[in-house]
């Protein structure tokens, strides 16, 4: 094994957002990596986002045509979970859904390697639940991607009660080798970023349901005032207004703490389907 880490070829499961963005950074920085879903569909919508998200890295100038070409070689999509067996690093990046990514995880431990490191997405839900569907919970840990993953460097590193010494330190070398920084965060909701985060965006959500300011301001007050690329309610938008309450419901949950609470308002949008970006519709609407 020539590099650090060990890992010389990745599988991610699950072609969303987060796991087509987490394959493509993984093809980039020179891995082979097989990115699984459920269908044909799926697959072909993976395939359609990571073409374009290369003409957005050639258009910026992050990555020549050359480069694109190598890396696009390197991602085979797939809706066999076979395909996974002979990765040294399996990566979940299932919706987040407990008994969806337990079954995920079952089914991962059975078709690796016995001696592969499995990292779970999650942003919500306990490393130690899922490392218990896996027979050596010991190779089990928290890799937590940002949106667009592509573009954002950090990736935090969840360290559960089983997590073996040897399993951290081949996923910090990896999360280097990406190119992107790791933090180390224990297993406990909300990790480090999600903690600080969640709080901020429940904030602006009561501020615009009690009818305080417009979303526009809201949003002008953080982007314009404190330098964030995107204002809270965009942001909620961006990063999908189901998984942002699903994060913030289990922060409530872990610490039965009304500043986590989701607003009334915020579990109506879901419910009626105003998910943000990804369906045309949230604070904001979309094409
Ligand atoms: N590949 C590589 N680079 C890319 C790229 C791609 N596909 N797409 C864009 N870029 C680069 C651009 O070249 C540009 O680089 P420079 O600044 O060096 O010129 C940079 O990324 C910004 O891109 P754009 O100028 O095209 O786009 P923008 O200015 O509209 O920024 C954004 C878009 C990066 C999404 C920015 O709005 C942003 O950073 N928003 C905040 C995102 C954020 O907070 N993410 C975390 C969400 S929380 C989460 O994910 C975890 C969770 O558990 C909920």
């Known amino acids: 094994m020539s590099n650090a880490s060990g890992i010389e070829s990745v599988a991610v499961v699950g072609a969303g957002l987060m796991g087509s963005g987490i394959a493509e950074s993984v093809a980039v920085a020179g891995f082979p990596v097989v990115l699984r879903d459920v269908d044909e569909v799926s697959v072909g919508r993976a395939r359609d986002r990571i073409e374009s998200s290369f003409t957005r890295a050639v258009a910026g100038g992050k990555l020549d045509a050359g480069q694109a070409g190598l890396a696009r070689e390197r991602i085979e999509l797939t809706t066999d979970l076979e395909a996974i067996a002979g990765a040294d690093l399996v990566i979940e990046a299932v919706p987040e859904n407990l008994d969806l990514k337990l079954e995920v995880m079952r089914a991962i431990d059975r078709a690796a390697e016995d001696d592969c490191v499995i990292g779970s997405n999650t942003s919500s839900i306990p490393i130690a639940e899922l490392a218990q569907a896996v027979h050596v919970p010991e190779r089990v840990l928290g890799l937590h991607f940002f949106a667009p993953v592509p573009v954002m460097r950090l990736v935090e590193i969840v360290v559960a009660l089983d997590t073996s010494a040897s399993t951290l330190t081949r996923a910090t070398a990896f999360v280097e080798e990406l190119g992107k920084s790791a933090i180390e965060t224990k297993d406990r909701s909300g990790f ?50 189901d998984v942002v309450y699903a994060i913030s419901d289990s922060l409530v949950e872990e610490f039965k703490a009304h500043e986590y609470a989701p607003p009334p308002l915020l579990k109506r949008m879901v419910a009626s389907g105003r998910l943000g970006r990804k369906s045309g519709r949230g604070f904001y609407e979309y094409e």
């Open 192 to 241: 480090i970023v999600n903690m600080l985060l969640i709080p901020y965006l429940m904030a602006a959500v009561r501020m615009y349901a009690e009818g305080f300011a417009s979303r526009e301001d809201i949003d002008a007050g953080m982007k314009l005032g404190c330098g964030h690329p995107m204002g809270p309610l965009t942001l909620c938008d961006f990063i999908g207004l």
